[in-house]
Every structure is written in C-alpha cells, then in structure tokens.
C-alpha cells in the first residue's frame, strides 16, 4: 500500500509540474525523482530477498538498509526543497514539520536503543548460556528469580 500511495503521489507530482510552465524545480524535481527510484528499489529488493542462511543474506541486508536510509534523507530534505519552492521558508507548516520530523526522529533513536539494550543483553545471556553458568530453560521469560511472600 505505501508503495502505491508513493506512486500516486509521484504521479500527481508530475502532472502538477507539467501544469505549471515556466516554473523549474531543478534541485526539488530531481531529489522526488532519485526518492521515487530508490522506493522502487526497494521494493523490488523483496522480490530478490535471500534466504536466512544464503551466503549472500548479509549484503543484501546492507544494501537493503542503505537504500532505506537514503530514500527517508533525501525525503526529508526534498520536503524542506518544497518549502522553499512554495515559498514557505519560514512558515508556521515548517515549523509544524520540524517539530513533528524532531519527535519523529527522538522515537526512531529511543526505539534504536532499546533494541541494542535488548540485543546486547540476550547476546550476554546466550554467551553465559553457552558457558554454562546459567541454565536454558528461562529463556523469554524474563523473571530469573521469584519469591512469594504469602
């Protein structure tokens, strides 16, 4: 669905700027359609996706997320490229977008490092597992110890 929903608005991008002649948005056209591209690479990856255990798992897996991270950067600065096509620099809808790119952003990090904390955290386990100090039938539950006082 988010796919489609990026074409159509492409689409309406394209059709928008035919519709305006004499009016150039060099920077702002080609940065919507590098964006535009490299959403199709994405998603074309899935069609492409090795198995888990493929040799190869581990470069489209960098691939995959380069790509992503470079498409969300250059929508984000495209976003800021139409502010300053329309003329809105510093209106209050920037501001709305910047502060809503900000929370977006804190969450993104907050998230990141919760899922280090966790990774980290059942990497030290699996590797006391393995050494054997602590037993394997604890695993998920996260209550290593429980005392009722009843």
């Known amino acids: 669905p988010a796919f489609f929903l990026g074409t159509v608005g492409f689409g ?20 919507g359609f590098t964006a535009f591209c490299l959403g199709a690479l994405q998603t074309l990856a899935l069609l492409f996706r090795p198995k888990t255990t493929n040799k190869f798992r581990k470069y489209w897996k960098s691939y995959h997320h380069f790509v992503g991270y470079a498409c969300v950067v250059l929508g984000v600065v495209n976003v800021f490229q139409g502010f300053e096509v329309m003329g809105e620099g510093r209106s209050y809808a ?13 969450v993104c990090i907050a998230l990141e490092v919760n ?28 209550n290593h110890s429980f005392v009722s006082y009843n």
Do not use: M, Q
């Open 115 to 142: 899922s280090w904390v966790i990774f980290c955290r059942k990497s030290k386990e699996e590797k006391l597992r393995r050494e054997g100090l602590i037993g394997g039938s604890d695993k998920g539950s996260g």
């Open 12 to 31: 309406i991008g394209i059709r928008l700027g035919d519709l305006s002649p004499g009016v150039v948005y060099g920077l702002h056209r080609k940065l």
């Open 94 to 106: 920037k501001l709305a977008y910047c502060l809503c790119l900000s929370t977006l952003i804190g």
